[in-house]
């Protein structure tokens, strides 16, 4: 197991491997940061935003697009320049956009969520077009999270972290359409609540067991394979990367645990990595 990154982000999420480039993306969302790092030099540098940023993925043109609290951004890193693509309208004040990842039709689908601390059941599931078009694909959630894709690109997976279940949709790849919901998983607090999630080529779904201190590993039937037991206690969403998409990342949240825990556990809110046994599904880029 490898420290990546040994500062305490608050809630650390959405890392992405960009493979044109050999750098690594990932968010602390309630501070607003973006930050990025080369694993080989560990070169560092961070954006601020304001409010707080839930989620990004990787652009064709070499941008990122980013879930604010209200609104997905076109952000390019090169210069720093910003361009509002969409907004959604939240069902209460407190709301904010949570996980999201670029899917295969090129689309990106990010949730929200009731950052209130009462988590409330009114997250939404949105697509986000290229031409800043948004789609509502379904509602309901206490904490939209989980989004990945298996490797044909014609299965989406989707957890709710509070609900402590992840649901498969059918995928089409070209028209972006999601279909067919159904159950899939009902976990519970010994595997820990499905938090962030990404796919390896043989179909299995990695999920971070947030309250579980560890990252499991469901076939595509969702049978339990294995699990890794994380030293950074409060792992969120895991992400491929490495040359060949063989090194798991997983960043860390920090947020509302105990002083006695994070005296404990000093790695809480860090990023690790630690090599797979398999390699990573290429994540999506934007159509922009």
Not at 18 to 45: F, K, N
Not at 90 to 117: I, Q, T, Y
Not at 144 to 150: E, I, R, T
Not at 176 to 205: F, K, V
């Amino acid at each position: 197991m490898t420290t990546v990154v040994a500062d305490r982000c608050d809630i650390g999420e959405s890392p992405v491997w960009d493979e044109r480039t050999g750098l690594l993306y990932w968010v602390d969302i309630t501070p607003g940061t973006i930050h990025r790092i080369d694993p080989a030099t560990g070169v560092r540098q961070r954006w601020e935003f304001g409010e707080p940023v839930g989620a990004l993925g990787l652009c064709r043109s070499e941008k990122l697009v980013v879930a604010l609290r209200s609104t997905v951004i076109l952000f390019d890193p090169r210069d720093g320049s910003r361009q509002q693509l969409a907004t959604v309208t939240h069902k209460k004040s407190e709301m904010r956009l949570n996980d999201g990842k670029v899917g295969p039709d090129g689309a990106f689908w990010v949730g929200s969520m009731d950052a209130s601390g009462e988590a409330n059941p009114v997250g939404v599931l949105y697509r986000v077009a290229a031409d800043g078009g948004v789609s509502v694909i379904t509602e309901n959630f206490r904490i939209s999270n989980g989004l990945a894709w298996d490797p044909a690109g014609t299965r989406m997976y989707h957890s709710d972290s509070r609900g402590i279940r992840v649901d498969i949709y059918d995928f089409d790849p070209v028209s972006g359409t999601a279909s067919n919901r159904r159950r899939w998983l009902e976990l519970d607090e010994a595997t820990g609540r499905p938090d962030g999630g990404a796919c390896d080529i043989d179909g299995n779904y990695w999920s971070g067991g947030a309250s579980a201190s560890r990252l499991n590993c469901f076939s595509p039937e969702g049978k339990l394979l294995r699990w890794v037991d994380l030293p950074n206690f409060r792992p969120t969403m895991p992400c491929f990367g490495g040359p060949d998409l063989s090194t798991l990342y997983v960043p860390s949240l920090s947020a509302g645990v105990p002083a006695e825990d994070l005296a404990k556990w000093p790695l809480c809110g860090a990023m690790v990595s630690f090599a797979s046994g398999t390699r990573g599904v290429p994540v999506g880029r934007f159509a922009d």
